[in-house]
T-cell receptor, first 116, second 113 residues
Framework: DTEVTQTPKHLVMGMTNKKSLKCEQHMGHRAMYWYKQKAKKPPELMFVYSYEKLSINESVPSRFSPECPNSSLLNLHLHALQPEDSALYLC???????????????FGPGTRLTVL | RKEVEQDPGPFNVPEGATVAFNCTYSNSASQSFFWYRQDCRKEPKLLMSVYSSGNEDGRFTAQLNRASQYISLLIRDSKLSDSATYLCVVKGEENTGFQKLVFGTGTRLLVSP
């Protein structure tokens, strides 16, 4: 079973709102990732968590704030977003952190975010 | 030059056709290679890893040429359900030691009846 779940599937928010995206996996994977994907573009890495600790932040603006409450959950807190932040936000997980073994990444279905 | 380059297509083929996609990568230190498939408005799904010796999974065959920094995907006996965007993905090591997936922009395949 290589299932990663994400909620909500769709989210519409105003520029002054605060919202959160959630990601969950029960495969015992030790690394989790957030990606952003704009239409007709490939996914772009935002954050990597290894063993529940933030290991990579790809210079993402502070209006995106990741959180890893436990080994199965990954949140992305959103605040004061801009319309250009509208995109598909993908969560992924891998058994091991990048470069340390079985690090094949499996993606969740994504949250389609629209910022008005 | 992009790190991973693919022909965006679309490739329009009839059912039953054989189609091949190519991908080139710029980082000679790249260590792992994958093909992912992405349907419209869905997440990328791993199709297959690509090994130096080449590997086959049913109708799909992947090849890697490290000397030419070139990866290919061959689909035989195309089905309507193969219509999707195929993403070439390369894992390479950055200066920090972090190994990151780098995605190509994808090649769109349309299989028609």
């Amino acid at each position: 079973d290589t299932e990663v779940t994400q909620t909500p599937k769709h989210l519409v928010m105003g520029m002054t709102n605060k919202k959160s995206l959630k990601c969950e996996q029960h495969m015992g994977h030790r690394a989790m990732y957030w990606y952003k994907q704009k239409a007709k573009k490939p996914p772009e890495l935002m954050f990597v968590y290894s063993y529940e600790k933030l290991s990579i932040n790809e210079s993402v603006p502070s209006r995106f704030s990741p959180e890893c409450p436990n080994s199965s959950l990954l949140n992305l807190h959103l605040h004061a977003l801009q319309p250009e932040d509208s995109a598909l936000y993908l969560c992924a997980s891998s058994q091991d952190p990048p470069g340390r073994g079985t690090d094949t990444q499996y993606f969740g279905p994504g949250t389609r975010l629209t910022v008005l | 030059r992009k790190e991973v380059e693919q022909d965006p297509g679309p490739f329009n083929v009839p059912e039953g056709a054989t189609v091949a996609f190519n991908c080139t990568y710029s980082n000679s230190a790249s260590q792992s290679f994958f093909w992912y498939r992405q349907d419209c408005r869905k997440e990328p799904k791993l199709l297959m890893s690509v090994y130096s010796s080449g590997n086959e999974d049913g109708r799909f065959t992947a090849q890697l040429n490290r000397a030419s920094q070139y990866i290919s995907l061959l689909i035989r006996d195309s089905k309507l359900s193969d219509s999707a965007t195929y993403l070439c993905v390369v894992k390479g090591e950055e200066n920090t030691g972090f190994q990151k997936l780098v995605f190509g922009t994808g090649t769109r395949l349309l299989v028609s009846p």
